[in-house]
């Protein structure tokens, strides 16, 4: 009796040692294939995480190329219209002043790296008769009276405002500026600054004259609007713009270099949309301590220019 219960506890000793080496045997096998899956896998896991960052870091850039953009779109789109397209005429036609944006080379210019854009914003209302008018005076009736906060009836000269000046391009001749000396109701009483005659024919629209001023400067792009004084910042992380007129071909074009937000992303190539090789070069490989991406925009100018019509 006791001899067989000795040899039972010997033979489950025995199947117990196995058992236990056959365990340490598979713990061997899968500490080897974890340390031979872990290194790919995190490497893996760690450029999905790169990725994500990228993708993210190049969309705040997008926004902030997006907002410049947005920011020029209606001023280039109405800039020139209603206004000579020759220099010398643009200033005959405001009276020859010396005072910015009335001295600029035309209604769109680019001088020292900034963009200089007049424009015509449109009112809403329209002449609701005929009018005619001379170098003194004119006094078309609108369809609704104008926003009084869109004059400035309180200088004696009244045409040294932006504010004052209107524009109704569907008069005869075209091209012709008129400063706002009176605002009655729905009547306006103009004055032209040329020594030529014009007609207003009945629902000729009513155009506010506007003018912009665009510059980077410390990271920020900004915009002088001439109705008030100084700069206004649009967007954050612009490093640069380079504006380019092609007057042939009326159309502008801009290039932009815009960082990222993500510190850690520092020293990648520039992403490039379009911009030349020149003006990637003002900003090397490992210059900024942000990722860099390059935007480059193209609009045609309808109304300015003396291929205008063409387009």
Same mark, same amino acid.
């Given at each position: 009796?006791?001899?067989?219960?000795l040899?039972r506890?010997?033979?489950?000793?025995?199947?117990?040692?196995?058992?236990?080496?056959?365990?340490?045997?598979?713990?061997?096998?899968?500490?080897t294939?974890? =340390?031979?899956?872990?290194?790919?896998?995190?490497?893996?896991?760690r450029?999905?995480?790169?990725l994500y960052?990228?993708?993210?870091?190049?969309?705040?850039a997008e926004?902030? =190329?997006?907002?410049?953009?947005?920011v020029?779109?209606?001023?280039?789109r *109405?800039?020139?219209l @209603?206004?000579p397209s020759?220099?010398s005429?643009?200033?005959?036609?405001?009276?020859?002043k010396l005072?910015?944006?009335?001295?600029? $080379? @035309?209604?769109?210019?680019?001088?020292?790296?900034?963009?200089?854009?007049a424009? =015509? *914003?449109?009112?809403?209302s329209?002449?609701?008769e005929?009018? !005619?008018?001379?170098?003194y $005076?004119?006094?078309?009736?609108?369809?609704?009276a104008?926003d009084?906060g869109?004059?400035d009836?309180g200088?004696w000269d009244?045409?040294?405002?932006?504010?004052n000046?209107v524009?109704?391009?569907?008069?005869y001749?075209e091209?012709?500026?008129?400063?706002v000396?009176?605002?009655s109701g729905?009547?306006?009483?103009l004055?032209s600054?040329?020594?030529?005659?014009?007609?207003?024919p009945?629902g000729?629209?009513?155009?506010?004259?506007? =003018?912009?001023e665009?510059?980077?400067?410390?990271?920020?792009f900004y915009?002088r609007?001439?109705?008030t004084? @100084?700069?206004?910042?649009?967007?954050?992380?612009?490093? @640069? !713009?380079?504006?380019?007129?092609?007057?042939?071909?009326n159309?502008?074009?801009?290039?932009?270099?815009?960082?990222?937000?993500?510190?850690?992303?520092a020293?990648t190539?520039?992403?490039?949309r379009?911009?030349?090789?020149?003006?990637?070069?003002?900003?090397?490989?490992g210059s900024?301590?942000?990722a860099?991406?390059?935007?480059?925009?193209?609009?045609r100018?309808?109304n300015?220019?003396l291929?205008?019509?063409?387009?």
């Open positions: 009796m006791w001899l067989s219960f040899k506890t010997c033979a489950e000793a025995a199947a117990s040692g196995r058992l236990r080496a056959f365990a340490t045997v598979e713990l061997i096998v899968a500490l294939l974890a =340390a031979a899956v872990a290194p790919p896998v995190f490497a893996g896991l450029n999905a995480a790169r960052r990228l993708c993210r870091d190049e969309r705040v926004r902030r =190329a997006g907002t410049v953009a947005a020029l779109k209606m001023p280039l *109405f800039c020139g @209603g206004m020759n220099p005429e643009y200033k005959k036609a405001f009276g020859s005072a910015a944006p009335f001295s600029w $080379d @035309g209604a769109v210019s680019v001088e020292g790296g900034r963009l200089r854009v424009y =015509a *914003f449109p009112e809403g329209r002449s609701s005929p009018c !005619a008018g001379s170098v $005076d004119a006094s078309p009736k609108l369809t609704r104008p009084s869109s004059f009836m200088l009244k045409s040294s405002s932006v504010k000046w524009l109704f391009p569907d008069a001749p091209s012709a500026p008129l400063t000396t009176n605002v729905s009547t306006l009483r004055r600054r040329t020594e030529e005659k014009y007609e207003i009945k000729a629209r009513l155009f506010l004259f506007r =003018a912009l665009c510059w980077t400067d410390g990271e920020k915009t609007d001439f109705r004084t @100084g700069g206004q910042p649009r967007a954050d992380g612009v490093l @640069g !713009a380079r504006f380019e007129l092609n007057e042939e071909r159309m502008l074009t801009l290039c932009l270099m815009v960082r990222g937000e993500d510190a850690g992303l020293g190539p520039v992403k490039n379009g911009c030349p090789d020149d003006f990637l070069a003002l900003w090397p490989p900024h301590r942000y860099l991406y390059a935007f480059r925009f193209v609009w100018l309808p300015a220019g291929n205008a019509e063409a387009l």
